[in-house]
């Protein structure tokens, strides 16, 4: 089946400092990766859609500055989470659709998600 | 706009009880409808998805729902809960055209009691 990978599975950093998070759908080809971001107890909020070859759009109230999204290849996306500060720490997932599937085999799989904690 | 209610925060139920948890939506045509299960700390497992055809669909861990249009609801059932199926669970509806996303409900948690 689908699977996305999704790395690291956690991570600490310093206030001010950047981070890259990696999502890579390991056996389907994906022109379009979603990027999440919960809250403790919450839903997931749509952060941004990322595209294959072209710039990511992103949700209203979504600094583009501050999480870039890049999606150079078919199966890799990342986001960078750049001068983190502690109000950015959050649980990011990302999902991605198989390019190969007929629409009524429509699915989206998750990673298994990036705790961020910025101290 | 689309948007999903799911108005139960919290349920809990007895192991070996039936559930039901709800789920209405707002969309202005034919909804691809979702539930997923995710457990702390993890991403989202799909449940099952509705796109067409009989409105009663099967899914994995036992789990069916069924679309009613004329209620907006998917709702999702299992007839006998197991201690392992305490998690979070979420709706959600695929809106069409353009990057085809999905937009979730805030989620239900489930406990389930020994």
């Known amino acids: 089946g689908a699977v996305v990978s999704q790395h690291p599975s956690w991570v600490i950093c310093k206030s001010g400092t950047s981070v890259k998070i990696e999502c890579r759908s390991l056996?389907?080809?994906?022109?379009?990766m979603f990027w999440y971001r919960q809250f403790p107890k919450q839903s997931l909020m749509l952060m941004a859609t990322s595209n294959e070859g072209s710039k990511a759009t992103y949700e209203q109230g979504v600094e583009k500055d501050k999480f870039l999204i890049n999606h150079a290849s078919l199966t890799l996306s990342t986001l960078t989470v750049t001068s983190a500060h502690p109000e950015d720490s959050s649980f990011y997932i990302c999902s991605a659709r198989d390019n190969g599937q007929a629409l009524t085999d429509y699915g989206y799989t998750f990673g298994s998600g990036t705790r961020l904690t910025v101290v | 706009a689309q948007s999903v209610t799911q108005p139960d925060i919290h349920i809990t139920v007895s192991e070996g009880a039936s559930l039901e948890l709800r789920c209405n939506y707002s969309?202005?045509?034919?909804?691809?409808l979702f539930w997923y299960v995710q457990s702390p700390g993890q991403g989202l497992q799909l449940l099952l998805k509705y796109f067409s055809g009989d409105t009663l669909v099967q899914g994995i861990k036992g789990f069916e729902a069924e679309f009613k249009r004329s209620q907006s609801s998917f709702n999702l059932r299992k007839p006998s809960v197991h201690w392992s199926d305490a998690a979070e669970y979420f709706c959600a509806v695929g809106v069409l055209g353009g990057s085809e996303k999905l937009v979730f409900g805030k989620g239900t948690k489930l406990t389930v009691n020994p």
């Open positions: 056996d389907f080809q994906a022109t379009t």
């Open positions: 969309y202005g045509a034919t909804p691809y």
